[in-house]
């Protein structure tokens, strides 16, 4: 049942007092195919739920993988900044020795 006569089923120009005029002056025939209709959507319904359901937890696994992401991401990026520290510290210490070593043999 694709349309309900009488009214245009657009979110925005229906009503409810609409709706519930156009279910008042349904046939049994009509309304049996109604809720036919409404039983094959509800079991759509029940597989999308399913569905989401399944995205739902796949969406969460993926959050949770973003965040291990993100924590190894700052480890590296502290490894980065000890092994800069380091090798900085390294040339100040060779510079130091150099000056020393400039100074004696000047001296």
């Known amino acids: ?48 739920n399913m569905t989401f359901t399944d995205m739902k937890k796949l969406l969460d696994q993926l959050g949770s993988k973003a965040r291990k992401l993100d924590d190894q991401l700052g480890e590296v990026n502290s490894l980065k ?4 520290y380091f090798f900085g510290l390294t040339n100040s210490v060779n510079l130091l020795k150099r000056a020393l070593s400039s100074a004696m043999t000047t001296v």
């Open 1 to 48: 049942m694709n349309k309900i006569p009488g009214i245009k089923l657009d979110a925005t120009t229906a009503t409810l007092k609409q709706v519930q005029d156009a279910i008042s002056g349904l046939t049994t025939r009509e309304l049996n195919k109604l809720r036919q209709d409404f039983d094959k959507m509800g079991i759509s319904v029940n597989g999308a």
């Open 81 to 84: 900044q000890r092994i800069t």
